[in-house]
């Protein structure tokens, strides 16, 4: 089947990073191609695997999602059973690197196997930046690949050392204000993530892995589109020194936020949630990956006390923290209009709740989109990552404010927090002004037809390119 046939489907091979972040909108990404009628191939660790919600029946049937799964080497260090991010503390990452790096053989199998067929072998493989060792595989077997981005935004700022940078004068020409924007504890744990982790193991740093997979890539694919951030993503192209594609935003299907809502009804937060008055409650989640140290926990505890909202908070445990890391009667003085739960949470059904009027989050991507998508206004507090550029972003287009931080060291305080829950929760002008510019961003997730273009002309230029490389 030539692969230049407009009616002909595509074989595309997946493989996300092993973070929850990723895999759950990549997952998305593959049903969506499966719907079209294309097939793929979704790699990823049996475990990992084994923890995705079920596939939507339209990418269960022919053609279909196939799940691939490749097990991930044992590592000393690395607790058995531990294969994506959230299984593991920050300290063991390093171990979690050294075992990623080992998918390399077998995933280097798997595409030589399918590649031996003319009837199996991809026409594309999509990974996230840090697989350089899937880049390898692809250039050796003659298939492009589609890096994985995240947003221009976080491209922007992470592309500040000269040798990932094509051309350094396009940061110089960039204002000198967005450079002071970004806060030097920022800064420093941004340095300590592009050259840390693989490398303290006798790996590659991430830097070092993004740069190998971008060299190798045919092109770039963005978890974003001009109308989500107008501002960064003419920037993208240049900065990368490759074409980008823009895939949307991803957001969940309809059929699978109503799964999520019927799955999460019964839940003591819904049912919590039930009993509170209409945009009357903040929810507070800063995701599982890099919890609060317990400082911060206490600081933030105290600040949503000080503020008086109602609110529902889902508590990872801090690091370092005993088996109450709340402060001493903090339940005790806030049980009539707060709730605290340390488990799993149904966040897609607390999200679409009447009682919520706004979310204290971490700012992860797949977080901000699900709270947008119900127009949210937001109380952001960045921990790690793309989490700072999103934040700013979400800032810049007033759907919120940021917690106030101590600019050198990231430190908070609990009428920090309060100033800011009760700007978007309690004041009544701001939060008008908070709440009009969520439903700009709003008017921009929900739009399915947006979405659904970008995901039908994400498969015209795969299609276009794989007919020009097998001619």
């Known amino acids: 089947?030539?692969?230049?046939?407009?009616?002909?489907?595509?074989?595309?091979?997946?493989?996300?990073?092993?973070?929850f972040g990723h895999l759950l909108p990549y997952l998305e990404l593959s049903e969506r191609l499966a719907e079209r009628g294309h097939s793929?191939?979704?790699?990823?660790?049996?475990?990992n695997l084994a923890r995705l919600p079920p596939l939507r029946p339209a990418a269960a049937a022919a053609p279909r999602v196939d799940l691939v799964?490749?097990?991930l080497p044992r590592v000393d260090g690395l607790p058995d059973g531990a294969e994506s991010t959230n299984d593991i503390s920050?300290?063991?990452?390093?171990?979690?690197?050294?075992?990623?790096?080992?998918?390399?053989?077998?995933?280097a199998e798997f595409l030589a196997a399918a590649c031996a067929d003319e009837?199996?072998?991809?026409?594309?493989?999509?990974?996230?930046?840090?697989?350089?060792w899937a880049a390898a595989a692809a250039l050796d077997h003659k298939v492009p690949l589609a890096m994985l981005q995240p947003t221009a935004a976080s491209v922007a700022t992470a592309l500040g050392p000269p040798s990932v940078q094509p051309d350094a004068s396009v940061v110089e020409e960039q204002p000198a204000a967005a450079a002071r924007a970004v806060p030097r504890y920022e800064r420093e744990g941004h340095a300590a993530l592009i050259t840390g982790h693989g490398a303290s193991s006798g790996g590659m740093s991430v830097i070092q892995r993004f740069i190998l997979t971008k060299d190798r890539c045919t092109v770039a694919a963005m978890r974003s589109c001009i109308e989500w951030e107008p501002e960064s993503f003419p920037l993208a192209e240049t900065l990368l020194g490759k074409p980008v594609i823009p895939l949307g935003l991803l957001p969940p299907s309809a059929d699978g936020a109503r799964r999520a809502a019927a799955q999460g009804a019964e839940h003591a937060t819904v049912r919590w949630l039930d009993a509170q008055p209409p945009d009357s409650v903040i929810y507070v989640a800063l995701g599982s990956e890099v919890p609060l140290r317990e400082e911060q926990a206490r600081e933030l505890a105290l600040g949503l006390e000080l503020a008086g909202t109602r609110f529902l908070w889902a508590l990872r445990k801090p690091i370092g923290a005993d088996d109450d890391p709340l402060p001493a009667g903090f339940q005790e003085r806030t049980s009539g209009r707060g709730m605290v739960t340390t488990g799993w949470v149904p966040q897609m059904s607390i999200l679409a709740h009447a009682a919520v009027g706004g979310f204290l989050t971490h700012c992860g991507r797949n977080s901000l989109i699900e709270s947008l998508l119900f127009g949210h206004p937001l109380v952001m507090l960045p921990i790690y990552g793309d989490q700072g550029p999103?934040?700013?972003?979400?800032?810049?287009?007033?759907?919120?404010?940021?917690?106030?931080?101590?600019?050198?060291?990231?430190?908070?305080d609990r009428h920090g927090?309060?100033?800011?829950?009760?700007?978007?929760?309690?004041?009544?002008?701001?939060r008008r002004g908070f709440v009009a510019g969520a439903a700009k961003m709003q008017a921009v997730v929900a739009d399915t037809e947006l979405h659904d273009r970008y995901i039908d002309e994400f498969v015209e230029h795969l299609r276009s390119c794989a007919a020009a490389s097998a001619n």
């Open 1 to 19: 089947m030539d692969a230049d046939s407009s009616s002909s489907p595509l074989r595309v091979v997946v493989v996300p990073w092993l973070a």
């Open 40 to 47: 793929v191939s979704y790699v990823s660790t049996p475990r």
């Open 69 to 71: 799964a490749l097990p």
């Open 90 to 107: 920050y300290s063991d990452r390093k171990f979690h690197w050294k075992a990623f790096d080992g998918l390399a053989a077998p995933f």
């Open 119 to 132: 009837a199996t072998r991809p026409h594309w493989i999509i990974a996230d930046c840090f697989h350089h």
């Open 390 to 412: 999103n934040a700013r972003q979400m800032a810049a287009k007033q759907v919120g404010l940021q917690v106030a931080r101590n600019q050198d060291d990231g430190s908070f």
């Open 417 to 430: 927090v309060s100033s800011a829950v009760r700007a978007v929760m309690v004041d009544e002008e701001t």
